[in-house]
């Protein structure tokens, strides 16, 4: 019955870990903006959702990056190893590049602050449902 009430906080909470890994790499992004030849990533957040509640796609969505896949074994994967979120499953990659840069640089500074802040807002959210999903139990445990 408990496993119930907390399935909800279960998705919220694999969308935390989701969102502060995104806001990781975006940051990473920003810091790297000058770095000369850096490729910016990104995290596809359905495919790395699917991965961390343990569910397959059948049909991928329109990719948002680039694919991952290692074609050789001897190619590093992306992400740290053994994180079975981000990088094992291709939910990490490289970002489309929109603006060709002389030192080809593909970080876009401002689709990535943008990105940045929209990230944090949506996490804010997360945290604000778990939040209330927290109090809604404790207030039915209580009795109030």
């Known amino acids: 019955m408990f496993a119930q009430l907390t399935s909800g906080m279960d998705f919220h ?3 935390l870990i989701v969102r502060a890994e995104r806001q990781r790499v975006i940051a ?9 030849g850096y490729a910016a990533r ?3 957040f359905k495919d790395a959702m699917a991965a961390a509640r343990g569910e ?10 680039a694919s991952t896949q290692r074609t050789q074994p001897a190619h590093i994967p992306l992400g ?16 489309v590049q929109t603006q ?3 030192d080809n640089n593909s970080v876009d500074l401002d689709r990535e602050r943008a ?22 139990i404790l207030s039915a445990i209580q009795g109030q």
């Not at 397959?56 to 990056?65: F, N, V």
């Open 115 to 136: 990105n940045f802040v929209d990230n944090a807002v949506r996490y804010e959210t997360t945290l604000r449902f778990i939040n209330g999903s927290a109090k809604t």
């Open 100 to 102: 060709p840069a002389m």
């Open 80 to 95: 740290r190893p053994g994180d079975g979120t981000i990088g094992e499953t291709g939910t990490l990659g490289y970002t």
């Open 42 to 44: 990104d995290v596809n």
């Open 28 to 36: 990473s992004n920003i810091a790297n903006a000058d770095t000369p």
């Open 13 to 15: 909470g694999s969308a």
């Open 56 to 65: 397959s796609r059948l049909a991928p969505a329109q990719p948002l990056i």
